[in-house]
């Protein structure tokens, strides 16, 4: 709490305008450690594929019903791994998202992949071998790199709540993305606790 309360006074002191979405009683999620294991880190991976290009409530519901059937996250990889498309689009997941979910499990349950080696990266280069997996892109490597692995300085300009935040805020157009990343450069080395913070100030 005192490394929170430190780094958003840091931040306020760079852009005022954070005032009014930086709020100390929040604790942002990422400032604790993450769990560098596969099966945690493919849990979290799975679920930012689930909620690629819909509604937050849609996702909620889809993987609410797709780990119903694991009890642990371990267990969730070994049967997503060996799961049927039939399941998969009961449970209201598409086709292309589901294939795309099973190859990657069923790469780190043979170690073809390991989720964890992106501890040694940096945030380019980690991106970098997200990006060479099929299905996922920018956004979701960016998902990925904040939730799961708790890393500080990413910013999504791809999400589309971020941007309407910030053009609210800083009455930009929120397709206007060179102004937006001009404005989120300002909160380096710590734009992933802003973005977290965007997304509290708009409840989404």
Do not use: H
Request: aromatic share 14%; hydrophobic share 45%.
């Amino acid at each position: 709490m005192i490394i929170q309360k430190k780094i958003l006074k840091e931040l306020i002191a760079k852009d005022k305008k954070l005032l009014k979405v930086l709020d100390n009683k929040k604790k942002c999620p990422f400032f604790k450690k993450p769990i560098i294991k596969n099966d945690v880190l493919f849990y979290d991976l799975a679920q930012s594929i689930v909620g690629q290009q819909i509604s937050v409530k849609a996702a909620e519901a889809i993987w609410g019903r797709m780990v119903f059937y694991s009890d642990d996250k371990k267990s969730f990889l070994e049967f997503i791994s060996k799961s049927k498309l039939k399941w998969a689009r009961d449970q209201g997941l598409s086709q292309r998202k589901y294939e795309y979910i099973k190859f990657i499990a069923k790469a780190v349950v043979s170690k073809k992949i390991s989720l964890e080696s992106i501890k040694c990266l940096s945030d380019d280069d980690a991106k970098e071998f997200l990006l060479s997996f099929k299905g996922i892109g920018p956004w979701t490597s960016e998902m990925f790199l904040m939730f799961a692995y708790k890393r500080l300085d990413i910013f999504s300009v791809g999400d589309i709540a971020l941007r309407r935040a910030i053009s609210e805020i800083y009455n930009v157009d929120r397709d206007d993305q060179r102004k937006i990343i001009k404005i989120a450069d300002k909160w380096r080395p710590y734009r992933s606790v802003v973005c977290w913070y965007l997304w509290e100030y708009l409840d989404v």
